[in-house]
């Protein structure tokens, strides 16, 4: 059974920094790339970042860039994200997910598996 699990949300000041982390098991994932995902309350879901299988290369939102950074370690189906210079209005649900390939890692439909989500949330 595959499962894909988010943890290290959590309550943070504007300006801070946070690190999250996502589990996947139940399959081999070597050909997955995998991508964080964020839902504010009251918003649509947004690409946030992601790590291809194809190059190993991290790929970013431009508004997250320079801020966030995305890593995985391939050996353990571990998908990392760690959040520095955190805003307000970034408060929401972190969500992570696993695709088949490389094609349409910005996409949130096209994903195949999904963890419950983290939350985040950034106030004072």
């Known amino acids: 059974q595959v499962q894909v699990a988010e943890s290290g949300g959590g309550l943070v000041q504007p300006g801070g920094s946070l690190r999250l982390s996502c589990a996947a098991s139940?399959?081999?994932?070597?050909?997955?790339?995998m991508g964080w995902f964020r839902q504010a309350p009251g918003k649509g879901g947004e690409f946030v970042a992601a790590?291809?299988?194809?190059?190993?290369?991290?790929y970013y939102a431009d508004s997250v860039n320079g801020r966030f950074t995305v890593s995985r370690d391939f050996g353990k189906n571990i998908l990392y994200l760690q959040l520095n210079n955190l805003k307000p209005e970034e408060t929401a649900v972190h969500y992570c997910g696993a695709v088949r390939g490389s094609n349409g890692y910005r996409a949130a439909n096209g994903y195949d598996y999904w963890g419950q989500g983290t939350q985040v949330n950034v106030s004072s």
């Open positions: 790590v291809l299988w194809t190059d190993e290369n991290s």
């Open positions: 139940g399959r081999t994932f070597s050909s997955f790339s």
